[in-house]
């Protein structure tokens, strides 16, 4: 049977060049990979700022921002590391990385904008302005964990001399990515986006992942966007609850596998939310909910063997854990195996917490 070709289409506000979509009562929720200029500059930006990774993509590229803003980024790079999945970060990454990259700011008039009602919050103390202009996506952003509000915009209310700093080199610099950088990059991602578009609409992977955790995804579609700078650097960075980025020249079976982790870890994030209400979501407890994913892949795929992740993430061991609460307790909730997998780990391995 053959494949219906590829159309433009509007999907959650953006024009993407993809293959048939289903529509109406019935239809499939979608994995939808897609090329977002926006987000794709801001990690342009964290790769030339060595924002905890570095790769020859800066070689390539640092001739494209002008030398005091490239000093800038890198003297303030360690703030903008987004590595929170190794267990630390840089204190300005969520509000200078992922929340921009969540807005897809990608025009000049876009990003100055948004460090300009920034700026006029910390010298007001009242970022009522900042709030109501973004208001529809900090609602959308409720639905993950990251919340803005008067009070974390406030907490880095000292650091508003580096943020207009760094700002000024955001806006100052998309010109040149705009055109020396985006034309050349982007088409070498548009086979990849295709390819993988054309793998999850030949799979109904949300739906399987609803079928074996009982557990509905919020949204129709999964946006997953493909970034170029992100080479050697911190992959499945969730800027949302139905967006996340990857680099787009990582192993193609892995890369599959893998947004299906996500579409997990996505789905599962109701866990996570419901422990940081009643108390801490330590990094112990992001290794168990990243790792319950894991255990759920294995049967979403029907695979025998999967990706491994970081030593850090003590897969084998979390995966022995859930096999043991799975085996004695077949019909548990992903609410009751991920906090009796919690449990048995600080039994079985306390020194591994």
């Not at 049977?1 to 959650?12: D, F, S, V, Y």
């Amino acid at each position: 049977m053959g494949r219906r070709p590829a159309e433009c289409r509007r999907i959650q506000g953006r024009f993407y060049l993809v293959p048939h979509l289903t529509e109406g009562a019935g239809a499939l929720k979608q994995v939808l990979a897609a090329l977002d200029k926006g987000p794709n500059y801001i990690f342009h930006l964290a790769a030339l700022a060595s924002a905890g990774f570095r790769s020859d993509y800066v070689d390539t590229y640092a001739r494209t921002v002008a030398p005091e803003d490239l000093q800038a980024l890198r003297k303030h790079g360690g703030r903008l590391d987004f590595g929170f999945g190794s267990g630390h970060g840089g204190d300005l990454a969520s509000l200078l990385i992922f929340h921009p990259a969540y807005l897809d700011l990608d025009s000049v008039n876009a990003f100055a904008e948004f460090f300009t009602l920034l700026d006029e919050g910390f010298r007001a103390g009242d970022f009522s302005r900042f709030l109501q202009r973004y208001s529809r996506e900090h609602a959308e952003l409720r639905n993950w964990v990251f919340h803005v509000d008067q009070r974390w915009l406030s907490s880095v209310q000292a650091s508003r001399d580096v943020i207009r700093e760094l700002g000024g080199a955001y806006v100052r610099s998309l010109p040149a990515y705009e055109s020396e950088v985006w034309p050349v990059e982007s088409p070498k991602m548009a086979d990849v986006a295709s390819g993988l578009n054309a793998y999850f609409r030949e799979r109904d992977v949300i739906g399987k992942w609803e079928e074996v955790t009982g557990l509905t995804f919020k949204y129709p579609v999964y946006r997953i966007i493909l970034c170029s700078a992100l080479k050697d650097g911190p992959q499945a960075n969730s800027l949302g609850y139905e967006k996340n980025t990857f680099y787009y020249g990582s192993d193609f079976g892995w890369l599959t596998d893998f947004v299906s982790h996500e579409v997990g870890t996505h789905i599962l994030i109701g866990l996570a939310k419901e422990m940081m209400a009643t108390g801490p979501f330590d990094y112990l407890a992001y290794r168990a909910h990243e790792n319950l994913a894991r255990f759920y892949n294995f049967r979403v795929l029907g695979k025998d063997k999967l990706y491994g992740m970081s030593p850090q993430y003590h897969c084998e061991e979390f995966l022995s854990v859930y096999a043991a609460i799975s085996a004695r307790e077949s019909g548990i909730t992903p609410s009751g195996m991920f906090r009796e997998g919690l449990d048995l780990f600080r039994t079985r391995y306390p020194e591994l917490m």
